[in-house]
Structures are given as C-alpha cells and as structure tokens.
C-alpha cells in the first residue's frame, strides 16, 4: 500500500489504461468509505454516489460525452484542435463502473455552519470527498477518470436525480494496466504543469520570493 504522498504523486486522470476489469464490491466500498470520510462544511456530507454499472446505461452516456467531445472539438482554433483530438477524454466504457457524485445543497437544513458567508464550501466539500476517493483508489492501483464532457440534464435524467441536487462529476472507476508517469495533457502538448514557485506567495499576493520551492 502506498503512502499518501505516493499515491498523490502516482494520481493520473485515467482513460486509456483501464484493463476491461470490472472493480470488485469489496474494493468499491472501500473507496467509497474512504469518499463519505471526507471533511465536509458543518459535517453536512452533502454527496452522494450513484454506482452505474449497466453496460446499456454505459454505453448510452459514453455516445453522448462523444457528442461533446465533438461539439467541442469543432469549437477550437485548427492548431487547438489537433492538439486535442489525440486526446481521450472518456473511458466510460473500458472502466465498467460510473461513480456519479452529486451535492445537495439543502442537507443540513438552512443555517449550516461554516457556509453563512462562503456558500461554495458545501460544493468543496465534495471535491474533497472525489480526492479521497481518487488517492484512495490509486494506492489500490485503480484508476480514476473524470469525464466533463457531458450536459446536465441528460446525467439527471439517465440516473435519476432529483431536481435541487447538483451534479459534480462523473468518475470512472476501474483496475488498469497501468498509471502514465507523465499526466496526458502534458504528454500530448495541451498545457504543461506550473512550477511550485509560481503557485506559492509570500505574505501578499504576487510575492514569489521563496527559493527553497522547485
């Protein structure tokens, strides 16, 4: 088993290197507790997880990301575009398993502490409930990947949720082959990772005086 830093270090966003395995319930659970013991604003835990693993539900949700994938191709400038159109953006199929995580705003009830002033932290409190899961699932050597490509309302409709719960992401979830040394949208040239240094200020923003940060 990995150590955390391990497993931060070995996270891809997983697409082409899933096995066709399909993740084991003992396995899943597991990572779906290490998920539900994220912190959350005001203890509120506001996800919830749809396991979708139907191949006829797959399939159909893996026809409409295309569709997006499409739309979206078709929207950039030509250099853009080959740039992107090597790149996988779903593995919806190949992973077995779909993860829906949604947040209900109204969990907790009206006064929740902690989102008075910030109400963004209940949406945040989410993503920290997607981390877990994702370092959780690479120190077992299952991918993660998170498909974006996708409308609402057809997620909505093809796992019932409700109206007033949010949809956060959809995650596949699988074993794979392996974990890319090198995050593909580095790999294929769409945007390169910014140094520490540049991330890191000193006391106000825009001071980047730390030398001991690579």
């Not at 507790?33 to 191949?55: K, Y």
């Not at 409190?125 to 981390?131: C, E, G, H, P, R």
Request: charged fraction near 25%; include cysteine.
């Amino acid at each position: 088993m990995m150590d955390v830093f391990a497993a931060i270090a070995a996270r891809r966003d997983v697409r082409n290197e899933f096995s066709g395995e399909v993740i084991d319930d003992g396995t899943l659970v597991r990572l779906l507790g290490a998920a539900h013991s994220a912190p959350s604003v005001g203890n509120t835990q506001p996800w919830d997880f749809v396991v979708v693993q139907e191949p006829a539900s797959l399939k159909a949700f893996a026809e409409h990301v295309d569709r997006c994938r499409t739309d979206f191709a078709d929207s950039l400038p030509q250099d853009r575009r080959d740039t992107f159109n090597p790149i996988n953006v779903q593995g919806i199929e190949s992973s077995g398993t779909g993860v829906v995580v949604t947040y209900d705003p109204t969990r907790g009830g009206p006064n929740i502490l902690g989102r008075h002033t910030v109400d963004e932290t209940g949406h945040l409190s989410v993503a920290l409930a997607i981390q877990n899961l994702w370092l959780a699932a690479t120190a077992e050597g299952i991918g993660v990947g998170w498909v974006s490509f996708y409308h609402e309302d057809t997620v909505r409709e093809l796992v019932g949720v409700p109206a007033g719960v949010h949809i956060v992401a959809w995650l596949c979830v699988g074993p794979v082959t392996e974990f890319q040394r090198v995050p593909d949208l580095e790999r294929f040239g769409w945007r390169d990772r910014r140094p520490l240094s540049d991330a890191v200020h000193r006391e106000r923003f825009g001071r980047h005086k730390i030398e001991t940060y690579p």
